[in-house]
């Protein structure tokens, strides 16, 4: 029986790809070397699962902040993978999640992945968002 991935969450890319304009503290220097860690893990083959909210969340912030281009090649790289499992979100899916993330103050594409996570039978989530440390029965892991 195969364990279920870790999710992982827009906060992991933006982190790990996103050139700073100014000179980055100790501990964002480690956040960002974490971040590629983890991207470099799911490049190497390490079974994880997002949603297509998540990678447009990603594509979104990326393309704000690099040519069009290249956030589109990582996008299109990452959404290839076949050891990235690629969750599809329904009406249904977006109203558990606006309920959950009204009930721990936490945001909808943060609530809507704890939904899909519960769904799944996944417990454990790739993020740099402390909101994820609001839902008792999700782990965040963030290197």
């Known amino acids: ?11 992991v890319f933006v982190h790990a ?8 503290r100790p501990h964002e220097r480690q956040i960002k070397a974490h971040a590629r860690s983890i ?5 190497d083959g390490e079974d994880v699962v997002t949603s ?3 990678l447009l969340e990603i594509a979104n912030l990326l393309e704000n902040w690099m040519p069009l281009e290249d956030a589109r090649e990582i996008l299109s790289s990452l959404a290839a993978r ?17 309920a959950v993330g009204a009930d721990a103050n936490v945001g909808a594409s943060d609530a809507l992945a704890a939904v ?3 769904a799944g039978g996944i417990a ?3 993020s740099f968002d ?7 029965d999700l782990h965040r892991i963030s290197q």
Do not use: K, W
Not at 2 to 11: E, G, I, N, T
Not at 130 to 136: A, G, M, P
């Open 1 to 11: 029986m195969r364990m279920p991935q870790r999710f992982v969450d827009a906060s």
């Open 17 to 24: 790809y996103i050139r700073p304009r100014r000179q980055l």
């Open 39 to 43: 991207v470099r893990r799911i490049n």
């Open 52 to 54: 297509c909210v998540h």
């Open 82 to 98: 076949g050891n990235v499992e690629v969750l599809p979100v329904e009406r249904r899916d977006l109203l558990a999640a606006l």
């Open 116 to 118: 899909l996570m519960r």
């Open 124 to 126: 454990e989530v790739y």
């Open 130 to 136: 402390r909101d994820f440390d609001r839902f008792e």
